[in-house]
Structure formats: C-alpha cells, structure tokens
C-alpha cells in the first residue's frame, strides 16, 4: 500500500491549506487513515484521525475547530482541511492507515499504522 501526500507549501499566518493524500489501495479497506505532523528534533504528533465510513473523527487539541479531516472513498484519498494556521502549525505533514479496529488510544499514536507516505512540508510565516 503506498501513501502520497501533496498540497503543502509557504503560507502565512491565518491562511489556509488542503492537504491530500491518495491511497494506492481502497480507503475503505482501512479501519482508521490520520494525519500527524513532526518538526525538526521532535517526535511525530497526532493531528487528527477519521475512522470506518468518515463518521468518527479525532482532532489535537492544538487543532481543534481550525482543520477537519475527511476522506473520499471514491477517490481512494484521505483530506486535512487547515484553516487560520498559525506559525506553530509548520511541520512535515504525513498521512497514515491502519487496517485493523483501534480504540481512541491506539490510532492516536504513531506507531500503532501500518502504512505511511512520506509527507509534505507546510511553512507557516509572515
């Protein structure tokens, strides 16, 4: 299964930007497909997850209310919506899947996916 994310780019604060990400196999073969992000030195961070058909989603805290994430299944692609970002918001964006039924603890954490793309990178700067 590969992953491609794209849409990132330089921004500045309070603008906005869709992320995408095309799935090789179908999208609604996968129990969960999210969104996490890491900075330089850091750890990769959970930014939001949608599960099943797209009718369960889970968001940071840091994220909440600004991005939405969705999925459509008929394209075999997977969104993060990013709305008034905000310099914080700089990272390399990935998107992940994981096959098999989580409880919110599991697919809130990295390395609980099966597949990963290789990211995008979203700037955020005045």
């Known amino acids: 299964v590969q992953l491609q994310a794209s849409g990132g780019g330089l921004v500045q604060p309070g603008d906005s930007l869709r992320l995408s990400c095309v799935v090789s196999?179908?999208?609604?073969?996968?129990?969960?497909m999210g969104w996490f992000r890491r900075t330089p030195g850091k750890d990769r961070e959970f930014v939001a997850v949608?599960?099943?058909?797209?009718?369960?989603?889970l968001y940071a805290d840091s994220v909440q209310d600004r991005f939405t994430i969705s999925r459509d299944k008929t394209k075999n692609t997977l969104y993060l919506q990013m709305t008034n970002l905000r310099p914080q918001d700089t990272a390399r964006y990935f998107c992940?899947?994981?096959?098999?039924?989580?409880?919110?603890?599991?697919?809130?954490?990295?390395?609980?996916?099966?597949?990963w793309g290789r990211g995008t990178q979203v700037t955020v700067s005045s």
């Open positions: 196999d179908r999208t609604a073969r996968m129990y969960a």
């Open positions: 949608v599960r099943g058909s797209g009718d369960g989603t």
């Open positions: 992940a899947a994981r096959v098999r039924f989580g409880e919110d603890e599991d697919i809130v954490t990295p390395r609980n996916y099966d597949y």
